[in-house]
């Protein structure tokens, strides 16, 4: 039997309802300072077609590094794995926008899902997709079922602006050859995903893609093998959190993906997708109100991949 | 049904044996160098207490790094999670046996499978304990339900004459406050633990522990409580496999501890835990057949966690 | 009475003629690459006025790094030593594009001699001048005493299109706030005075200033104050040669700057300054025809500051 | 005519004393903290034999790490430069005790004056030496013609019992092999020597092997050459102030060595050698006292060596 996933939704917006105002909203763009800071919203989306809401889960925010997974998924779907030859899949153990490791490293990120590993997956679908911000933009409309997701240019003209340390990161790459394309491209592209605007339902539903082996319910179609979904999981489930990937597996376990505009993905393998949004932030960039009500999730369902 | 994981681990066993002659034994102490090369053993055994063998399964060897596993355990059986305000739950992203995150983290080891955390999980235990050495193999002998399991000596006496990197981690930790006891105390007891030997059969009992949330099936007994057991497991999987926790996660996905002695146990949550053991290691210190034997164990079976 | 430079400086010749052939040209940009590698020029200037040379000693060639001393001096007499509080005054103890120590010091280049900082040392003198690159030009013009010397265009678009690391940097600079004019203006001027072209006999000229307590001897006018000059050949001494400052110091024992253009200068105070050319370079980007000459000049003469 | 220096260190002292209060005393080990911490006292002796004093200059303090470079003199008197294969010449750019540099180094210590290149030094001198800690008390009271110099026990013992980094140095650099000693045996050498006490009076007198090239005044006899001091001046000047050799440089423009126990030597080539005593430290590990007399000192002298 199915648990009463509703009943455990509101419980759980009961109880993080009292973190609404711990946190800072991301304010290293004026953009992203504007939104409503004690916005909560919870979606939960089976992969048998269920869906369950509480709070604001049907208003769209920017989902920022979120976009990182589902350019992952892109990238893998048209080239497979070879993508891993120019970035690894390894947690990097420091903030999403350090500079140090890729020295060290000589250029090649450490994973797809922080700045400078998105980056290069941006440089390698400028090569390979006719329309890159047009196709993006589709294949997460199909995964979604939601043809109205659109990037909002004002966040990804004000990233331009003032992304001074993602400029630094795309040079920094391509002085080591792991930019292909010209950087301001590469950094137009990677603005305008990050720009993109998702509701929990959204996410949720974007993400049965990877609770369901590969397959995009809606259309019945197989994106991805097997095999491909599970490494992405594997690579969401290490490296999803910047430097608190091992405290988002220890507490809440499930592969995921958090942004700076508040939002966090989880899903269970073979079960559901889940979709959290709460703007203000912990220390480390992550929802405080969203790692909570995952936590609790996971509690209250008493299951977790682990 | 139960698939037929005696065909799966023969078949697995065919397609490792050409592996056998890549990779080096670990020589950093005499000790370890004198196994035979070309071993290769691997044991599956279900939470419903069927095992399945190939190879060398019977035969003990060092089990060296995934002691830590047992440690961990134990200290979060004595004190809880307290444990975690003196090492944390990150994956460290650097080497084993790095000093350099230590000191810019200031005597707080990323987490407790790499060796300056397991040290800091020794000293705790040296105070929780009246007889550290003895109860801690205790322990692990119960979890095998194996009662010949024991320390080698003359591997503890060789760490201790040539492990330098050891001594200087132990020390670097003392000088931050984070060693509360006599420094040489606690690599004794440090270096007692990584010598202890186990064969794959013992190993895959042992932890089936971990695939069974915290009860040992011989003694009907809860060790650990779920959540303890699935927070475990999330640290094995982030954290397991030193810098190549990401790859591990990726190509197997499944939890698990790897061994400079060639040992490398894993377990599927609810259903199975597994054992390999080849001493030659790959260039991160991991089992050239082992990590090879076990990404073809969950292909095979088409399952991992993710 | 003063030594015979004359004959110490054919002596230095012949016994560096052997090394014509070692050490490889900069490549990193197409312009750079294009000099005859086997030239070779020096040039002693005392503070009485008297002059001597050997081989390519008039030619002119792309000063490069050389630039961050006049750069330097032309700030600090504009600004004073309020400079010091946007840039240090320490050795790095890294390669002079490292970006590393920037993340870690939060913006604050080591000292004015690395790219970084040199970067900001631009950034002051384009708030501080009504025409930058012409001024700067004059500056060196008039030390120099020489009115034909020019920027090589070409070498700064060569710079301005290959130099992906260097706007890493100054992005980088940007986004710890410690530019404050536009991030191509800043790279412009930086590009721009590194690819000024002077001879031997221009920079040992033009480095007398340092030698002479800040006063240009050809215009009898006071650039620096005593102070300033002395703090100034301190910051050469422990800051001009990367990370082989130490060894330079040790070998040679004079205050000095080297470029990548094959060229070194270096001063004894109140005694001479000298410069070599040889664009062959070690591994850490010093002349390796001008730094064996350095070395043999003090040895030969006898003298060093130390 | 030679400066009235009996003047310029009144004046000195009238300037520093209000500083009196300013900082804090070494507290790492107890025996250290037990120092009357408003003492001050400076000695300045020239190359033909006279000296003058103020304040506390006959009064005997730890000198700490100014025996970093008694052990470097001794090591290049006994294997002349054959040391610089174990140990570099240039600034570390980080605190004297760091472990970072040396792990990414691969245990070559950057300089001999950080504790890790003194630990080097004190290896060597044993394999070098018959009876090591008394044939170096020996070497120094030879330098201050003092025979009443000597180790204080209670500060060795002291330094053995909480000096944890420092064993995890020493047995760091073993890991790498380069120490071929017992590490406990290198490391009551090194903290023998660091507990000699000796005045502002002994230290002035005893540095004046390096003002006077090498020379012993008081024996008339050479112990380094011409060349080796120079070499070893420059070391001082690149690296005898831990983080802090670039403000030396830069305020004061001597070569000199500072300790932990509030003492700094600095010499002038040619000229003089001179002692500070002042036990409260700044944040760097420097004498805020002698930092200011130095300062002073080159001010009012209106010399440096630039």
Redesign the interface.
């Known amino acids: 039997m199915s648990p009463d996933y509703q009943s455990v939704l509101e419980a759980i917006q009961n109880e993080v309802v009292p973190l609404r105002r711990t946190g800072a909203v991301a304010n290293y763009i004026p953009e992203l300072a504007k939104v409503n800071p004690d916005k909560f919203g919870m979606h939960l989306q089976t992969i048998d077609g269920q869906g369950f809401s509480v709070g604001d889960s049907g208003e769209s925010f920017s989902i920022q590094s979120i976009s990182k997974v589902f350019a992952l998924a892109m990238v893998v779907s048209c080239v497979g794995e070879k993508i891993f030859d120019r970035v ?7 903030s999403f926008n ?4 890729l ?2 490293e000589k250029g090649i990120p ?2 797809p899902l922080i700045n400078a590993g998105a980056m290069v997956v941006c440089d390698v679908l400028i090569e390979q997709l006719q329309k890159p911000k047009k196709e993006i933009l589709d294949f997460i409309r199909i995964l979604a079922n939601n043809k109205k997701i659109c990037y909002n240019e004002n966040v990804a003209a004000s990233e331009n602006k003032f992304g ?2 993602n ?6 790459l ?2 080591f050859g792991n930019i292909h394309n010209n ?1 301001n491209d590469v950094l137009d592209l990677y603005f305008h995903i990050c720009s993109i605007e998702m509701s929990c339902k959204d996410l949720a539903a974007a993400f049965l893609l990877f609770a369901n082996h590969g397959k995009v319910i809606s259309a019945d179609k197989a994106l991805l093998t ?2 491909q ?3 992405l ?3 969401m ?3 999803g959190f910047y ?5 988002f ?3 809440v ?1 499930l ?1 995921g993906k958090s942004g700076v505009g508040g939002g966090i993905v989880a899903l269970h ?1 073979h079960r559901y997708a889940v979709a959290t949004w709460g703007p203000r932030l912990n220390a480390r960039g992550n929802s405080v109100m969203g790692m909570r009500a995952l936590e609790l999730l996971t ?1 209250k369902l ?1 299951t ?3």
Not at 167 to 172: Q, R, W
Not at 243 to 247: L, N, Q, S, V
């Open positions: 690894g899949v390894e947690p990097s153990g420091s350090s500079l140090v490791q020295e060290y450490r994973n001074f340390r400029a630094a990161l795309a040079n920094f391509k002085s950087v097997k095999s979904t599970k490494r999981n594997a690579v489930q290490t490296c430097d608190e990937a091992g405290e597996s220890f507490t376990g592969p393998p509690t008493g977790s991949i682990f």
